[in-house]
C-alpha cells in the first residue's frame, strides 16, 4: 500500500502542487485548481434516494470504499503532512455519500488490488478512474459518473509525435504506464500490430505508482506515457511537468466499481443523477479542470466504448 508521504514526495518535485500560501491552504496549481475549495458540504440527503440503498447499509450509515490513489485531477494528497485526500474522485463519492446519507470510510490501496477485492467483500466499492471496458464488466459492475480515457504524453522537447491515432506508431518505443489498467491491457492486447507491419515492437514497462509512470518518462527511461486524458491535460498544465499531451486515443465511461450483482448500484446511479441536477457535479468538474468530462446522466454498466 502507497502511504500519503510517500506518494506525496513522488508528485511533489514533478508537478509542484503541494505548495502552500501564507494561510496554509493548498495553493492553486498552473492549471487554476484549488485543491482545498469545498464544493461538496452544501449537499444534502435526499430521503427518497437514500430509501434505494439496502436496509442493512442504511442501518450501518457507511461504505467502505477502496481507494486508488496517484496524481491530479483523480485523487492524490495536496500536502504531504496531511492525509487529507483531493481530487475529483473523492469530491464525487463525498458529494454521493451527502445525498446518500452515508459516511465514507476510505482506504488507500494499490489500483491493481481494488477490483480483485470487491467480490471478497473487503471494499463496498472501488474509486480510481476505473474505465468501463467489455473485459471488467464480466466480474464488476459500473455506476459511471464520467467520460474520460486513454491518452498518450511525451516529453515537451520530442517532435518525432506530435499524435498518436495508431499504436503502430509507437513500435520501437519504450512506453510507461500503470499496472493493472486499461492501458496495460490495450498495450499489451495490440502488440502483434508491430511485427504484422514488419517493425520492432514496443515495450510496455508497467509501474504500480502513478508517479513512477512521469518519472520514468522525465528521467529518459521511457519514451511515451500513456495514462489518462485528464490527468495528461493536467500533467501538460503544470510548467514544472515538463510534458506534452498528445492527444486522445480512446475515450472510456468512468465509474463507481461495484461486486458483480450488487445492490449498491440503483442508489448510487440515482445519486449520481441527483449531483448533475442540482449543480454540483457542474462545480466538482469545473474545479478540477475536467468539464469536458461531463456525462448528462449516469449508467449502470453501459457498454464500452467503441
Given at each position: 500500500?502507497?502511504?500519503?508521504?510517500?506518494?506525496?514526495?513522488?508528485?511533489?518535485?514533478?508537478?509542484?502542487?503541494?505548495a502552500c500560501g501564507s494561510?496554509?491552504?493548498?495553493?492553486?496549481?498552473?492549471?487554476?485548481?484549488?485543491?482545498?475549495?469545498?464544493?461538496?458540504?452544501?449537499?444534502k440527503k435526499v430521503d427518497?434516494?437514500?430509501?434505494?440503498?439496502?436496509?442493512?447499509?442504511?442501518?450501518?450509515?457507511?461504505?467502505?470504499?477502496?481507494?486508488?490513489?496517484?496524481?491530479?485531477?483523480?485523487?492524490?494528497?495536496?500536502?504531504?503532512?496531511?492525509?487529507?485526500?483531493?481530487?475529483?474522485?473523492?469530491?464525487?463519492?463525498?458529494?454521493?455519500?451527502?445525498?446518500?446519507?452515508?459516511?465514507?470510510?476510505?482506504?488507500?490501496?494499490?489500483?491493481?488490488?481494488?477490483?480483485?477485492?470487491?467480490?471478497?467483500?473487503?471494499?463496498?466499492?472501488?474509486?480510481?478512474?476505473?474505465?468501463?471496458?467489455?473485459?471488467?464488466?464480466?466480474?464488476?459492475?459500473?455506476?459511471?459518473?464520467?467520460?474520460?480515457?486513454?491518452?498518450?504524453?511525451?516529453?515537451?522537447?520530442?517532435?518525432?509525435?506530435?499524435?498518436?491515432?495508431?499504436?503502430?506508431?509507437?513500435?520501437?518505443?519504450?512506453?510507461?504506464?500503470?499496472?493493472?489498467?486499461?492501458?496495460?491491457?490495450?498495450?499489451?492486447?495490440?502488440?502483434?500490430?508491430?511485427?504484422?507491419?514488419?517493425?520492432?515492437?514496443?515495450?510496455?514497462?508497467?509501474?504500480?505508482?502513478?508517479?513512477?509512470?512521469?518519472?520514468?518518462?522525465?528521467?529518459?527511461?521511457?519514451?511515451?506515457?500513456?495514462?489518462?486524458?485528464?490527468?495528461?491535460?493536467?500533467?501538460?498544465?503544470?510548467?514544472?511537468?515538463?510534458?506534452?499531451?498528445?492527444?486522445?486515443?480512446?475515450?472510456?465511461?468512468?465509474?463507481?466499481?461495484?461486486?458483480?450483482?450488487?445492490?449498491?448500484?440503483?442508489?448510487?446511479?440515482?445519486?449520481?443523477?441527483?449531483?448533475?441536477?442540482?449543480?454540483?457535479?457542474?462545480?466538482?468538474?469545473?474545479?478540477?479542470?475536467?468539464?469536458?468530462?461531463?456525462?448528462?446522466?449516469?449508467?449502470?454498466?453501459?457498454?464500452?466504448?467503441?
Amino acid at each position: 500500500m502507497r502511504t500519503p508521504k510517500t506518494l506525496a514526495a513522488v508528485l511533489l518535485p514533478v508537478l509542484a502542487l503541494t505548495a502552500c500560501g501564507s494561510g496554509g491552504s493548498p495553493a492553486k496549481t498552473a492549471q487554476g485548481v484549488d485543491p482545498g475549495r469545498d464544493v461538496v458540504s452544501q449537499e444534502k440527503k435526499v430521503d427518497t434516494i437514500a430509501a434505494l440503498l439496502p436496509p442493512e447499509v442504511r442501518a450501518a450509515g457507511s461504505v467502505k470504499v477502496g481507494a486508488a490513489f496517484g496524481s491530479p485531477p483523480s485523487a492524490y494528497y495536496p500536502d504531504p503532512g496531511s492525509k487529507k485526500a483531493a481530487g475529483l474522485d473523492i469530491d464525487i463519492t463525498d458529494a454521493v455519500a451527502r445525498v446518500l446519507g452515508l459516511t465514507v470510510n476510505r482506504e488507500d490501496a494499490a489500483f491493481d488490488t481494488i477490483l480483485p477485492a470487491l467480490g471478497s467483500g473487503k471494499y463496498d466499492l472501488g474509486t480510481g478512474n476505473f474505465g468501463v471496458t467489455t473485459a471488467r464488466l464480466q466480474t464488476v459492475d459500473f455506476v459511471t459518473y464520467i467520460d474520460d480515457g486513454q491518452g498518450f504524453a511525451v516529453k515537451k522537447d520530442n517532435s518525432s509525435l506530435t499524435a498518436v491515432t495508431d499504436l503502430v506508431q509507437l513500435c520501437g518505443l519504450n512506453i510507461a504506464t500503470g499496472a493493472g489498467t486499461t492501458f496495460e491491457s490495450t498495450l499489451n492486447a495490440k502488440k502483434a500490430a508491430c511485427a504484422t507491419a514488419g517493425k520492432k515492437p514496443y515495450t510496455v514497462q508497467s509501474y504500480s505508482d502513478n508517479g513512477a509512470v512521469l518519472t520514468s518518462l522525465q528521467q529518459g527511461r521511457s519514451d511515451v506515457e500513456m495514462s489518462t486524458i485528464n490527468g495528461l491535460r493536467y500533467q501538460a498544465a503544470q510548467p514544472a511537468a515538463g510534458v506534452k499531451f498528445l492527444g486522445e486515443y480512446h475515450r472510456l465511461d468512468v465509474g463507481f466499481a461495484f461486486r458483480k450483482g450488487t445492490p449498491l448500484a440503483p442508489a448510487f446511479q440515482a445519486a449520481v443523477n441527483q449531483l448533475i441536477k442540482d449543480g454540483t457535479y457542474q462545480r466538482i468538474l469545473e474545479k478540477w479542470g475536467t468539464a469536458g468530462s461531463a456525462i448528462p446522466a449516469s449508467q449502470t454498466n453501459p457498454p464500452e466504448h467503441s
